[in-house]
């Protein structure tokens, strides 16, 4: 049977805490977070067993993949592949969905 998962704006609204993840949806080992990152930049890291996407709603922020820096704007979507090194850099304000398998690491 289909999930449907309702009111997500909604749910996106109550995301008020820089830089922690509202949780909207699962998906198998998937999840689908609501994030909002203020003048922060994460550390370089990698995920050995994972993938981690990005999906820009509002705001621009700066991608870096093995080395190679790239501005992301509303409607860009990236990927990482497991084992590439990134981080990502926000200078002003940026929300965005984060969809990753992080927590099934092993």
Known sequence: MAEIIRKVKEKMSLTNDYWNSKLLAEIGSMKIRHRIVCGKSSNLHQHDMAVEAFFIL???????????????????????NSGEKHRIIVDDVVSLLVIDNINSEK
């Open 58 to 80: 509002e705001g621009t922020m700066v991608i870096e993949v093995e080395g190679e820096k790239n501005s992301l704007v509303s409607g860009d979507f990236v990927k990482i």
